[in-house]
């Protein structure tokens, strides 16, 4: 935090002319902050028709991003000709192919955990031993939780059993396959010791749960960390919801980033916000600095 929000601010304009200044670039690092997200997950558990069902992109192979293996792939999503903006996927394997290659993995997972802002673990609805994954995320994973939280994924839950019984008219589970997903999910939950918030169930195929699996990103997301995702995520998903989790994530950021300062000058910051900044301040930071108020 800039030395700055330390002081107390006067009421003259030099000072209401360093405010604007300080939390417009503030802003603007917020709203253009590229994303880092780690998908994790074994070959073949869906990890491209997730990203393909919430970015647009699959997965494809752009360049190596560690030594030890051939495995972990880096894309870049929605950058435009000035490099700005956009997303970055790291496909990143997932843990049981071999002792070898689990140490291998482990080493991985610690050296990238430092740069990702997301996890997102995609297990198969029909995979049942994940026993050297709850290692992995207790040990390397958990540490960081508060800066990069874990969001699980169960994929391809159109297959859960009984497979005939998926209600293609209204695209939905039948009532056993319903209870089945629900017993996948505590599994998942009691394994990894985490919330259902941190859970959800999708099948990218039938574009089943998407938009809301979505949104519970989002909403584990650090508040500087929701609207960067939500301006990456395909245009179909978005929903009001979530675009007010996002533009709130902004400005609770920025209240969070002034710190002790605030209570001093709270006053005159949102009087320099609703005056001066109507430029960056859309219809869900109006709504949130009247709240303020």
């Known amino acids: 935090m800039s030395n700055f929000f330390s002081e107390k601010f006067d009421t003259n304009n030099d000072d209401k002319i360093k405010i604007r200044q300080l939390i417009e670039n503030r802003i603007n690092k917020i709203k253009t902050y590229t994303p880092k997200i780690g998908v994790f997950g074994v070959t073949g558990v869906g990890k491209s028709s997730l990203c393909n069902a919430l970015f647009g992109k699959e997965i494809t192979k752009v360049s190596d991003v560690h030594a030890c293996t051939r495995q972990i792939h880096e894309i870049k999503i929605g950058f ?41 673990w995609v297990i198969k609805a029909d995979d049942r031993s994940y026993s050297v994954a709850e290692e992995a995320y207790k040990n390397i994973l958990l540490p960081h939780i508060d800066r990069c939280p874990v ?16 209600d293609e008219a209204n695209n939905k589970p039948g009532p056993t396959q319903e209870k089945n ?35 519970k990103i989002i ?29 709130k ?34 219809k869900i930071g109006k709504k949130f600095l009247s709240l303020l108020k």
């Open 181 to 215: 997903i629900l017993e996948k999910e505590k599994s998942i939950s009691e394994a990894f010791n985490v919330s259902f918030r941190n859970i959800s169930v999708v099948s990218s195929t039938d574009n089943y749960n998407v938009s809301e699996t979505l949104e």
């Open 219 to 247: 909403e584990i997301l650090p508040n500087e960390k929701k609207y960067s995702v939500f301006r990456e995520a395909k245009e179909n998903l978005k929903n009001e919801k979530m675009e007010e989790n996002a533009e």
């Open 80 to 120: 435009d000709e000035n490099g700005s903006q956009g997303i970055i996927l790291l496909d990143v394997p997932g843990l049981g192919e071999s002792l070898e290659r689990d140490n291998e993995y482990k080493k991985l997972y610690s050296d990238i955990i430092k740069d990702l802002d997301l996890v997102i």
């Open 249 to 282: 994530g902004v400005w609770q950021g920025i209240k969070d980033w002034i710190g002790n300062a605030w209570n001093e000058n709270k006053d005159l910051i949102i009087e320099v916000l609703s005056s001066s900044l109507m430029g960056v301040v859309g």
């Open 151 to 166: 969001f699980f994924v169960i994929s391809q839950i159109d297959k859960i059993n009984p497979i005939r019984e998926w």
